[in-house]
């Protein structure tokens, strides 16, 4: 790996970090509305990263790469953060179905 490649890496290791702390400090931003937006979540993302590692050989599940992506254990952010979705924003992501 040249030095411009492992640089690459830090910055993009870096650049996940910060939108993973970005995320964080907005938790009022729902997956729902990340989905009708952008059509991607925090969920998507710890799926791409739990793929990502197993492409890399590591054993990190759907479960762990939640834990990293959301600081805590899904369930624990779901019954903290995650408000039922509204009727709005069911809608809206129905029809992009």
Request: hydrophobic share 45%.
């Given at each position: 790996m040249t030095d411009k490649d492992s640089k690459t890496v830090e910055i993009?290791?870096?650049?996940?970090?910060r939108?993973?702390?970005?995320?964080?400090?907005n938790k009022?931003?729902?997956?729902i509305d990340l989905m009708?937006?952008?059509?991607?979540c925090r969920n998507c993302l710890s799926k791409w990263y739990s793929a990502e590692?197993?492409?890399m050989g590591l054993d990190i599940d759907y479960?762990?790469?939640?834990e990293l992506v959301y600081g805590m254990?899904?369930?624990e952010w779901k019954g903290q953060y995650q408000p039922d979705a509204t009727p709005d924003q069911l809608a809206q992501f129905k029809s992009k179905g």
């Open positions: 993009e290791a870096a650049t996940f970090r939108l993973l702390a970005h995320l964080d400090a009022e931003v729902q997956n009708n937006l952008a059509s991607f590692a197993k492409e479960e762990e790469a939640r254990p899904y369930s």
